[in-house]
């Protein structure tokens, strides 16, 4: 069986779309949550879907905690959906090609430190973009910047606004993100 650990600061709607998409294909997946936020959503939603979830807070996850975690886990793919710290080097050199992020805007534009969430989308409007999108990409210890496996765009109108964009970004990461995820494991 693939195990797959999920990391998110957030809502986690990706976290739950991908566990959902493998169950209902009946592909059994070991998954694990973990989230540096003890009021993220994601944890409500592993709690749901009756998954495992780790809390970390930045200074474990610099110590070292979060490493054990995953050393006992022994994931096959690690991916950041929403996760906003930097992944410490020691993770990263321990997963080569193995942990992917998930940026809702097509990289490289739009990306680095500070563009996450509504931040990104108020940005591509205010540079009247005529199309966003998303980008799936090998994570290495620079925000945005590993190489790019998957991208998907949106076109943007001009009565597009924050919440809008949003919605269609976040509907190509559900329709795309598992799949991509699917792709990667059958390589392994
Ligand atoms: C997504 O838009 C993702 O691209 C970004 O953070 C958002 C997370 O949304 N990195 P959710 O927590 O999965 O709902």
Same mark, same amino acid.
């Given at each position: 069986?693939?195990?797959?650990?999920?990391?998110?600061?957030?809502? !986690?709607?990706?976290?739950?779309?991908?566990?959902?998409?493998?169950?209902?294909?009946?592909?059994?997946?070991?998954?694990?949550?973990? +989230?540096?936020?003890?009021? /993220?959503?994601?944890?409500?939603?592993a709690k749901k879907l009756n998954i495992k979830s780790?809390?970390?807070?930045?200074?474990?996850?610099?110590? !070292?905690?979060?490493?054990?975690?995953?050393?006992?886990?022994? %994931?096959?793919?690690?991916?950041?959906?929403?996760?906003?710290?930097?992944?410490?080097?020691?993770?990263?050199?321990?997963?080569?090609?193995?942990?992917?992020?998930?940026? %809702? /805007?097509?990289?490289?534009?739009?990306?680095?430190?500070?563009?996450?969430?509504?931040?990104?989308?108020? /940005?591509?409007?205010?540079?009247?973009?005529?199309?966003?999108?998303? +980008?799936?990409?090998?994570?290495?210890?620079?925000?945005?910047?590993?190489?790019?496996?998957?991208?998907?765009?949106? %076109?943007?109108?001009?009565?597009d606004n924050v919440e809008t964009l949003a919605n269609?970004?976040?509907?190509?990461?559900?329709?795309?993100?598992?799949? +991509?995820?699917?792709?990667?494991?059958?390589?392994?």
């Open positions: 069986m693939n195990k797959i650990a999920i990391f998110a600061s957030g809502s !986690g709607s990706n976290a739950e779309n991908i566990v959902l998409y493998f169950r209902n294909k009946n592909i059994d997946i070991d998954f694990i949550f973990l +989230t540096n936020n003890k009021n /993220a959503f994601v944890l409500e939603r780790y809390l970390f807070n930045k200074k474990e996850l610099k110590e !070292g905690i979060v490493n054990k975690i995953l050393e006992n886990f022994n %994931p096959d793919l690690i991916v950041l959906a929403g996760f906003l710290l930097l992944v410490p080097e020691s993770i990263i050199s321990k997963y080569p090609n193995k942990i992917i992020n998930i940026h %809702p /805007a097509l990289l490289p534009k739009y990306g680095g430190k500070g563009m996450y969430g509504n931040n990104v989308h108020k /940005a591509v409007l205010e540079n009247k973009e005529k199309i966003s999108g998303i +980008t799936i990409h090998y994570v290495n210890n620079e925000y945005d910047k590993g190489n790019i496996i998957f991208q998907k765009e949106c %076109p943007i109108n001009d009565e269609k970004v976040h509907k190509l990461e559900y329709d795309y993100f598992p799949q +991509t995820i699917e792709k990667l494991l059958n390589k392994i």
